[in-house]
C-alpha cells in the first residue's frame, strides 16, 4: 500500500462534500458563513445545518492534508537529487501558482456563480468597518498559497517544532480575537494575517496565522507516518478520537468558541465559529478527518473508491473546474432551488467532474517531473 493513497481517498473525500458546499450557493442561492464577532443566521431547517456541518470538515482537511503532502514531498526529493534550496523554491512557486489561479480562474468563477443570483445573500455581516474604497478580496487559495510557501521553508524544523507552531498559531488567533472589537476598522494587513473580516483595503476569510496552525500540524503528522509506519494510522484513530471527546467537554463547558453560543439542542452544539477556527471547530473537524483518515487506511484496496481517489489526485484542477461546472448549473436557477433538486444538479456535477478530471490526470502523468502542469 501506498502511503500516499489513503490521504488522496481522504482529500477526494472531503473535496466532495466542498463541492456540495458551493453547489448550496451557486444553485440553492444558500449558505452560511460562521463568522466571528457577528450574529448567526439560523439554518432553515435540519438538513440545511448537516449540509454545512459536513462541510467544514473540508477546510481543516486541505490544510492539514497539505502539511502532510508538503512534508512527504521534501523528504521524498531530498533523498533524491534536490537540494533543500531547490525544496523551497518548488514551494515558492507552487504558492504563488495558487494565488495566481485565486485572482485569474477562481474570481471569475464565484463572478459567474453570484453575480446574476436574485436571492438576498444569506450570510451575515462581516466583522471589520468597510467605509467604502478599494479593498482587495481573498478566499480559501490565499489561504493555501501563503501557507504552502511559508511551510516550504518551516518543513526542516523537527516535528516537535512543528506542533509548537501549530500551538502558537492558535494561541495567537485566540488571543487576538478575543480583544478584538468586531465593529472596528482592521488595518488590511491584520485582515490578510489574523483576523477574518472586511474593512478599507482588504476582505479575508481565510487569514494566515490560524491556517498555518492546521498546516504545520499536518506536517506534524507526516513525520509520525514516516517514524511510525506500522502504527501510524492507529494513532490517528487515537488521536482523532481524543480530539472529539475534548470537544464535547469544552462544549458542554461552553468554551473555547470564541463568543457565546447556546447548546440546549443538537444543531446549537454544533454551530460553532469558523472563521478563524475556534478550538472547538478545530478540534471537531480535525478530529473526524483523522479518524477517516484510519478508515480510508483500511480501504486503499477498494476499487468502488477510485473516483473518490481521482477526485484527491486531481485536487487543484477538480476545484477549479467545479466552480465553473455549478456556476453554469446555477445560472438555471437564479431564484434559487429546493434542497432536493440542489442535491441532484451537486451529483451531476460530480458525474461531470469524473470525466474531465480522469482526462486531466492522464494528461498530466505525460508531462515530466519539472512541468508546470505537475503543480496542478
Known amino acids: ?9 481522504l482529500r477526494g473525500f472531503i473535496m466532495i462534500f466542498m463541492a456540495l458546499d458551493h453547489a ?13 464577532g457577528v450574529d448567526f443566521n439560523e439554518y432553515p431547517t435540519f438538513f440545511w445545518w448537516l449540509t454545512r456541518f459536513v462541510s467544514h470538515l473540508c477546510a481543516p482537511g486541505f490544510f492539514f492534508l497539505m502539511g502532510m503532502s508538503i512534508y512527504l514531498f521534501a523528504e521524498k526529493r531530498k533523498a533524491s537529487d534536490w537540494s533543500n534550496q531547490k525544496i523551497n523554491i518548488y514551494f515558492l512557486k507552487r504558492g504563488i501558482l495558487i494565488l495566481l489561479f485565486m485572482f485569474f480562474l477562481e474570481f471569475p468563477a464565484w463572478a459567474l456563480g453570484m453575480s446574476f443570483s436574485q436571492v438576498a445573500s444569506t450570510g451575515p455581516p462581516m466583522p471589520g468597518n468597510y467605509t467604502g474604497g478599494f479593498f482587495l478580496p481573498s478566499t480559501v487559495l490565499y489561504g493555501l498559497g501563503m501557507c504552502m510557501i511559508i511551510a516550504g521553508v518551516l518543513w526542516r524544523l523537527n516535528k516537535w517544532l512543528l506542533l509548537f507552531v501549530s500551538i502558537l498559531s492558535f494561541l495567537i488567533s485566540g488571543l487576538y480575537i478575543s480583544n478584538a472589537d468586531p465593529t472596528q476598522a482592521f488595518h488590511a494587513l491584520e485582515h490578510f494575517i489574523v483576523v477574518p473580516g472586511m474593512s478599507k483595503g482588504a476582505l479575508t476569510i481565510y487569514p494566515v496565522i490560524p491556517w498555518l496552525g492546521v498546516t504545520t500540524f499536518g506536517m506534524f503528522f507526516a513525520h509520525l507516518l514516516l517514524e511510525y509506519k506500522e502504527k501510524f494510522y492507529k494513532i490517528s484513530f487515537i488521536a482523532g478520537f481524543v480530539f472529539i471527546l475534548i470537544f464535547v467537554l469544552l462544549r458542554f463547558l461552553e468554551v473555547g468558541n470564541f463568543q457565546f453560543t447556546e447548546n440546549d439542542d443538537w444543531i446549537s452544539f454544533f454551530t460553532l465559529i469558523k472563521y478563524p477556527p475556534s478550538i472547538t471547530f478545530i478540534l471537531i473537524t480535525l478530529g473526524i478527518n483523522l479518524i477517516l483518515l484510519f478508515i480510508f487506511s483500511k480501504l486503499t484496496e477498494k476499487k468502488w473508491l477510485y473516483p473518490v481517489q481521482l477526485f484527491g489526485q486531481t485536487a487543484m484542477f477538480y476545484y477549479i473546474t467545479h466552480l465553473y461546472i455549478y456556476a453554469l448549473i446555477g445560472l438555471l436557477f437564479l431564484k434559487g432551488t429546493s434542497i432536493g433538486i440542489m442535491y441532484l444538479c451537486w451529483l451531476l456535477g460530480l458525474f461531470i467532474l469524473f470525466f474531465i478530471c480522469q482526462w486531466f490526470l492522464r494528461f498530466k502523468k505525460n508531462k515530466p517531473l519539472h512541468s508546470i502542469w505537475r503543480m496542478i
Request: aromatic content about 10%; cysteine-free.
Open 24 to 36: 448550496s450557493a451557486m444553485i440553492a442561492r444558500v449558505h452560511f458563513s460562521e463568522m466571528w
Open 1 to 9: 500500500m501506498k502511503r500516499t493513497q489513503s490521504i488522496d481517498l
